[in-house]
């Protein structure tokens, strides 16, 4: 049977999971081999150069460009204070003074007697990286971070905005299709991963914050409900850097979708247990889905088999997620090996799935996402 390669959602109660926590620039490694770290824990810690700023001292002290290492009081590399005199000069026997006091605190980069420009730089900016996850470190990079490795509970979404934030999972929803509304939210969400149904509203973001939930997971979203809360459309950036207090994740889709029955249950289960999640999301190359991860957490019954492996084979749950079935969960029936010409009069691979109301359709195996095991 011929293969395509299909994306999917990985959806289970076990799992290993490896997290890279790699500094920006080169720097210091703050565990070893073999520690076990929390989520809080600085692992890896550097300075970031501090922004630069310009000068131009020969125009403004009225000197010739070659003149102004002359002028100045400070040499390259000195620190300096902002409002400190820096450089001086004086013409017509002493009559005409002037000075320029710095405007920063910092240090002088440069000073160049060729343009007559002097370069500061604002002091340094510290940049610590934190475990992030719950567990042992397992390998250490030199002067770059660490590989923090565990076993865990883990749900991809599929599309998610804020960073990485840790806080007890607090199912709200009773069913998959329940509707995640403001008056859903208490003040006993603060600190909290906050999971709904099939949508969460505009108005149930806003109350989130307002309660200090440090998250919120449902299946769907409105998207003008995410663009008043962000103040712009997102359009397809990488997320995960919005100025926002709260992080955000739907593991289905844009509109209201009821959740997965797999990935309910799953909530269901680790259901008060804290978890580290991230809303980073890329669509493009190099693909990046918001997660959820319990770490430590134990399996309740018996696990579902992995099918990850096998690519599409029959039985396989599915998301569709091209219209006129976007969102739909459902079950492959057949996959047929033959090309066939569907309405664009292009010759692609299809399936047949089965749908959630029994229906069983025909779609272009492109069109749909693996639910993963």
Same mark, same amino acid.
């Given at each position: 049977?011929?293969?395509?390669?299909?994306?999917?959602?990985?959806?289970?109660?076990?799992?290993?999971?490896?997290?890279?926590?790699?500094? @920006?620039?080169?720097?210091?490694?703050?565990?070893?081999?073999?520690?076990?770290?929390?989520?809080?824990?600085?692992?890896?810690?550097?300075?970031?150069?501090?922004? @630069?700023?310009?000068?131009?001292?020969?125009?403004?002290?009225?000197?010739?460009?070659?003149?102004?290492? %002359?002028?100045? *009081?400070?040499?390259?590399?000195?620190?300096?204070?902002?409002?400190?005199?820096? !450089?001086?000069?004086?013409?017509?026997?002493?009559?005409?003074?002037?000075?320029?006091?710095?405007?920063?605190?910092?240090?002088?980069?440069?000073?160049?007697?060729?343009?007559?420009?002097?370069?500061?730089?604002?002091?340094?900016?510290?940049?610590?990286?934190?475990?992030?996850?719950?567990?042992?470190?397992?390998?250490?990079?030199? =002067? #770059?971070?660490?590989?923090?490795?565990?076993?865990?509970?883990?749900?991809?979404?599929?599309?998610?905005?804020?960073?990485?934030?840790?806080?007890?999972?607090?199912?709200?929803?009773?069913?998959?299709?329940?509707?995640?509304?403001?008056?859903?939210?208490?003040?006993?969400?603060?600190?909290?991963?906050?999971?709904?149904?099939? *949508?969460?509203?505009?108005? !149930? %973001?806003?109350?989130? $914050?307002?309660?200090?939930?440090?998250?919120?997971?449902?299946?769907? $979203?409105?998207?003008?409900?995410?663009?008043?809360?962000?103040?712009?459309?997102?359009?397809?950036?990488?997320?995960?850097?919005?100025?926002?207090?709260?992080?955000?994740?739907?593991?289905?889709?844009?509109?209201? $979708?009821?959740?997965?029955?797999?990935?309910?249950?799953?909530?269901?289960?680790?259901?008060?247990?804290?978890?580290?999640?991230?809303?980073?999301?890329?669509? =493009?190359?190099?693909?990046?889905?918001?997660?959820?991860?319990? @770490? #430590?957490?134990?399996?309740?019954?018996?696990?579902?088999?992995?099918?990850?492996?096998?690519?599409?084979?029959?039985?396989?749950?599915?998301?569709?997620?091209?219209?006129?079935?976007?969102?739909?969960?459902?079950?492959?029936?057949?996959?047929?090996?033959? *090309?066939?010409?569907?309405?664009?009069?292009?010759?692609? =691979?299809? *399936?047949?799935?089965?749908?959630?109301?029994?229906?069983?359709?025909?779609?272009? =195996?492109?069109?749909?996402?693996? $639910?993963?095991?």
């Amino acid at each position: 049977m011929a293969h395509a390669y299909t994306p999917g959602l990985k959806v289970t109660e076990q799992t290993t999971i490896q997290k890279v926590r790699r500094l @920006p620039l080169l720097g210091d490694v703050l565990v070893k081999v073999g520690d076990m770290v929390n989520p809080d824990d600085v692992v890896a810690k550097t300075d970031l150069p501090g922004n @630069p700023m310009s000068m131009n001292v020969a125009h403004d002290l009225a000197c010739e460009p070659e003149d102004v290492p %002359l002028h100045m *009081l400070k040499k390259q590399g000195d620190k300096i204070t902002k409002g400190e005199v820096i !450089a001086k000069a004086s013409s017509f026997f002493g009559l005409s003074k002037k000075e320029l006091k710095a405007p920063i605190d910092g240090s002088v980069e440069l000073i160049s007697g060729v343009t007559g420009q002097v370069t500061l730089r604002e002091p340094p900016i510290p940049v610590q990286i934190k475990a992030y996850i719950r567990g042992k470190v397992v390998e250490i990079l030199p =002067r #770059e971070g660490v590989i923090v490795e565990t076993t865990a509970a883990f749900i991809q979404g599929i599309f998610g905005i804020g960073g990485e934030v840790q806080g007890q999972i607090k199912l709200i929803a009773k069913t998959p299709s329940d509707v995640l509304d403001a008056s859903s939210l208490t003040p006993d969400c603060k600190g909290k991963i906050v999971v709904g149904g099939s *949508l969460v509203t505009g108005a !149930a %973001l806003k109350k989130a $914050i307002e309660v200090g939930a440090v998250g919120l997971v449902a299946g769907g $979203i409105v998207d003008a409900d995410l663009i008043a809360l962000l103040g712009y459309d997102i359009g397809v950036a990488i997320t995960g850097h919005e100025d926002i207090p709260i992080t955000v994740i739907v593991t289905e889709g844009f509109g209201q $979708i009821k959740m997965a029955d797999k990935t309910f249950n799953l909530f269901k289960n680790i259901d008060g247990e804290v978890a580290s999640i991230n809303g980073a999301t890329q669509i =493009r190359a190099g693909v990046m889905r918001p997660e959820i991860i319990v @770490p #430590e957490h134990k399996p309740v019954g018996r696990l579902a088999a992995d099918t990850s492996s096998e690519g599409l084979i029959p039985g396989t749950p599915i998301r569709v997620i091209r219209e006129p079935y976007f969102g739909v969960l459902a079950e492959v029936v057949d996959l047929p090996p033959e *090309l066939q010409v569907i309405e664009t009069e292009a010759k692609v =691979r299809i *399936l047949r799935c089965k749908l959630e109301d029994g229906r069983v359709v025909t779609v272009p =195996r492109a069109n749909v996402e693996i $639910i993963e095991g």
